[in-house]
């Protein structure tokens, strides 16, 4: 869901750097709808795609097909929405300790989205963990699958493969 982050390009560069990207209205989900409606019905969508740096969306546009019947969709939202919760026929949460959240988002940060360490400590108590114990934890009581991100991926794998191959011989996918 990270690129349907809405487009702050009409706000100056110091504006878009005190936004809270952790807010729901962050995220275009009304695009987002679509696109994951259209994929769902076999098409095609053009993605946006989201410059972190400037936190504006870049004009190239990634086209997606979908290519099965198993769509994954990854973000903290993904089921904040009830309109789009109800587009999946299976719902994964995944729980993880705020301190190796707040790591994770550190190395991720400051590697890839060139910011320092102390910016994205600051935010992450500012916003991040606030919104997150608001909106994103609440969540989890609709999920059909909970799962903890310290556990090995092969673990998780297996246990999401386990829930759509039960809900693929029940025929919903």
Not at 32 to 45: A, K, N, T
Request: with cysteine; aromatic share 12%.
């Amino acid at each position: 869901m990270d690129c349907y982050y809405r487009d702050l390009s009409y706000l100056s560069l110091n504006e878009r750097h005190r936004s809270n990207f952790d807010h729901p209205d962050a995220i275009d989900y009304e695009l987002f709808r679509e696109h994951l409606e259209v994929l769902i019905s076999g098409g095609v969508v053009y993605m946006p795609l989201y410059d972190f740096h400037t936190h504006t969306r870049s004009v190239s546009r990634e086209e997606i097909q979908a290519r099965g019947k198993v769509i994954l969709v990854d973000g903290l939202f993904a089921l904040y929405w009830s309109e789009i919760s109800k587009l999946y026929d299976l719902k994964v949460f995944i729980n993880l300790d705020s301190v190796i959240c707040l790591q994770r988002r550190i190395k991720r940060d400051v590697q890839y989205r060139g910011r320092s360490y102390l910016s994205v400590k600051k935010q992450y108590y500012k916003t991040v963990l606030p919104m997150y114990e608001k909106y994103i934890a609440p969540t989890q009581y609709h999920a059909d699958l909970s799962l903890h991100g310290d556990m090995p991926v092969q673990e998780s794998v297996r246990q999401m493969l386990q829930a759509i191959n039960a809900i693929s011989n029940e025929g919903s996918i």
